[in-house]
């Protein structure tokens, strides 16, 4: 079993509607979780982090942990063309490097 | 955000030829680098991660004698590819995690595209 897994996509939505991306994870010893995004040909870029379970929002970005379910969401609002990219999620392992999901890739239909 | 950069940012070469890769970070003291590659289409895999000052722990299956890894500051790590084939072809990105923050995030270079001909 992969250690972070998220569905590779494509997820396609209409431009102002909710994106919702999903990953789930194996170790429930992880504390931290990290969503990037990384564009075509690009390296990835931190959108935001959530260590506790619940909510957490950044602007149109809101991330969702449950620990007991152990998966972690991202939630984009108002969803735009320039959205469209790969979705990362990422947890540290035991040497701290980060364990990547394959990546969800979201396009945003104008 | 903290700021990290690679350089060379794409580099060419023949066959048999070996390549440095520069990632700095910028604004704040990496006391750990981690170095990823990543084939079209896939994710990222890492590599090695990368401990200022001691050597460099690599993942099952990446040859530490090709890939040569040296963090000898705070704010340098270098990726050594030895003997470049064109297999090796890929994109190398480096990532630094800010020792003095306690916290885990890591932040990425803009990598380096790697054409071994």
């Known amino acids: 079993q992969k250690e972070v897994e998220q569905n590779s996509g494509p997820l396609s939505v209409p431009e102002g509607a909710i994106a919702s991306l999903n990953c789930t994870y194996s170790d429930r010893g992880s504390q931290s979780f990290f969503w990037y995004r990384q564009y075509s040909g690009k390296s990835p870029e931190l959108i935001m982090f959530i260590y506790s379970n619940g909510d957490k929002e950044d602007g149109r970005f809101t991330a969702q942990l449950n620990k007991a379910s152990q998966y972690v969401s991202l939630l984009i609002r108002d969803s735009q063309p320039s959205d469209s990219a790969t979705y990362l999620c990422a947890a540290p392992t035991g040497r701290r490097a980060l364990t990547f999901g394959s990546g969800t890739r979201l396009q945003v239909q104008p | 955000g903290a700021v990290v950069s690679q350089h060379p940012s794409r580099v060419i070469c023949k066959s048999g030829t070996s390549v440095k890769i520069e990632c700095r970070s910028l604004?704040?003291?990496?006391?750990?680098m981690f170095w990823y590659r990543q084939f079209p289409k896939q994710s990222l895999m890492l590599m090695a991660t990368?401990?200022?000052?001691?050597?460099?722990?690599?993942e099952q299956g990446v040859e530490k004698d090709k890939f040569l890894i040296n963090h000898a500051s705070l704010t340098l790590s270098t990726l050594t590819v030895t003997s470049a084939h064109p297999e090796d072809s890929s994109f190398y990105i480096c990532?630094?995690?800010?020792?003095?923050?306690?916290?885990?995030?890591?932040?990425f270079g803009p990598g380096t595209r790697l054409l071994v001909l």
């Open positions: 604004d704040f003291q990496a006391t750990t």
């Open positions: 990532s630094a995690r800010d020792g003095t923050s306690g916290e885990e995030t890591q932040y």
């Open positions: 990368s401990n200022e000052g001691s050597k460099a722990t690599y």
